[in-house]
């Protein structure tokens, strides 16, 4: 990056814009924080995101792709186009008091953020707002897209996203995602994997009077169970695969006639995931064939191993370095001290630093649904720092900072961060022709196909009832005030 590039006085702007929007910025953070809404479920969510774009003139069309809880908000037009995305989702029974040392639910059972998708939803539009005023302020041109993604926790919306079109046309693509510190990639990041439910059909009988005229599919269920841990010692070590099962039965005196288990395969690439789930499907025929029953199988969603473009990671890192992490009270760091000390972690506090830029990056066992986008156009993954370092995820300690004031912060910088590198997109056309350079060149080779069969629609039911039996006592906790983004010097 040049100097112009770190003094430009567009970024000077969008910078000005999220300090002048902080109090909103830790609003809105908190805002999808107390709504703790589960994936595919964010109607609150992306309800008051979308609203926010919409106020500043985006053009906004909800419910993309058959999700009612994704949308995608545009401003601008002509080229080139750059498209911001990010995930809004809770997780099942993660309900946590933020600022507290004790496994405190807010409502006890519920769904709540344990990963901090709250602050990235957040920074999506933050970041989107400003850099939108610094391009109307500037008479920058081109296309900015802002997709709000649901459903991240089960991997599932930008798959269907990608398949249905949505980026086509796109030049660049990055993705806020909360972190300790900040951090971009670039080559493979994370890993491919496919999400698929199992049901087995057989035929109930009495258990205690008649067992012989039953079919059990229970049976199936644990006999592919037997298959799988078998296959397991067989496998490379970068594959995986976990089981939920999600029907059992009923009672024990009723033989099951139908049960199901959902399953997550894991590869380093595409083709390594598919080769699991071929198998896996072998293995349910196997079980079927020895209880005696019938199975089907209901892709939930299939993702491509995240990766990152090495000009979209250097974009990143020059920001970073611009930004700078944020500057932590002692009552911050003492916080995030307790915390970790609380949670048998490594006691250092907070991050004041910045990564070097990975590249190549390790790949890591996790996956993301933002994979698909990573192989369409090139795309960087942006860590921000708002949560405290060595907490692992879905763990309630991991819930204590994401309505204080180091999620506030870190939203700060993360916004002014990811509405610098959109800025620089649009001022230097010259990144966007390199990405797309080097983009073409790290894909040698590489032909990306949608995993998702072509008819297949989204799992909209998947988390509905945990939410609805919540939601009741979870909106007693909503915050009354909504968040307000105004223009410097309004
Ligand atoms: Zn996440």
């Known amino acids: 990056m040049n100097d112009s590039a770190a003094t430009a006085p567009e970024k000077a702007h969008s910078d000005a814009y999220i300090e002048h929007n902080a109090a909103q910025v830790a609003l809105l953070n908190d805002s999808i924080f107390y709504f703790g809404e589960l994936g595919m479920q964010e109607f609150e969510t992306a309800g008051l995101m979308a609203q926010l774009l919409e106020d500043a003139d985006f053009t906004v069309e909800r419910g993309i792709a058959g999700f009612p809880t994704g949308f995608c908000a545009t401003w601008g037009s002509g080229s080139p186009v750059v498209a911001i995305h990010t995930e809004y989702d809770s997780n099942p029974d993660n309900s946590q008091e933020a600022g507290t040392l004790e496994p405190t639910a807010i409502v006890e059972g519920a769904p709540g953020h344990c990963e901090g998708h709250n602050v990235n939803g957040t920074v999506l539009v933050a970041g989107a707002l400003a850099a939108k005023s610094a391009m109307e302020r500037f008479g920058l041109k081109g296309t900015l897209k802002v997709f709000g993604a649901p459903a991240e926790e089960q991997l599932v919306s930008r798959p269907y996203f990608v398949r249905d079109g949505y980026f086509d046309g796109v030049d660049v693509a990055l993705t806020p995602h909360i972190g300790a510190e900040f951090g971009a990639g670039y080559g493979l990041i994370q890993s491919a994997l496919i999400s698929a439910i199992f049901t087995f059909h057989g035929e109930s009988a009495h258990a205690g009077t008649a067992p012989w005229k039953g079919r059990d599919a229970l049976d199936a269920v644990i006999l592919m169970d037997v298959g799988m841990a078998e296959y397991r010692e067989h496998m490379m070590p970068s594959m995986q695969c976990q089981r939920v099962i999600t029907n059992g039965g009923n009672q024990p005196n009723v033989i099951p006639k139908t049960a199901a288990v959902w399953w997550y ?166 990144v966007v022709a390199q990405a797309k350079a080097t983009f073409a060149k790290e894909l040698e080779g590489t032909n990306y196909f949608s995993m998702l069969p072509p008819e297949q629609k989204p799992p909209l039911e998947l988390n509905r009832t945990m939410m609805e039996r919540f939601r009741p006592e979870m909106r007693k906790h909503y915050l009354n005030e909504k968040p307000r983004f105004t223009e410097p010097g309004a």
């Open 265 to 430: 395969f894991r590869g380093s690439s595409a083709e390594a995931a598919l080769q699991v789930f071929e198998r896996a499907k072998k293995v349910a025929e196997g079980a079927a064939l020895m209880s005696n029953t019938t199975y089907d199988v209901d892709i939930q969603s299939a993702v491509w191993p995240v990766r990152g473009n090495q000009t979209m990671a250097e974009l990143a890192q020059a920001e970073y370095e611009r930004i700078g992490a944020p500057d932590w009270t002692a009552k911050e760091d003492a916080l995030a001290r307790a915390l970790q000390e609380k949670a048998g972690v490594k006691v250092d506090g907070l991050s004041r630093g910045t990564m070097k830029i990975k590249g190549p990056a390790t790949q890591k066992s996790a996956a993301n649904d933002a994979g698909d986008v990573s192989w369409k156009v090139p795309m960087v993954k942006l860590y921000f720092p708002a949560n405290i370092p060595n907490i692992s995820f879905h763990h309630w300690a991991a819930g204590v900072a994401l309505a204080t004031s180091i999620a506030h912060k870190g939203a700060v910088a993360g916004s002014k961060v990811l509405a610098g590198a959109i800025v620089e997109c649009f001022r230097n056309p010259d």
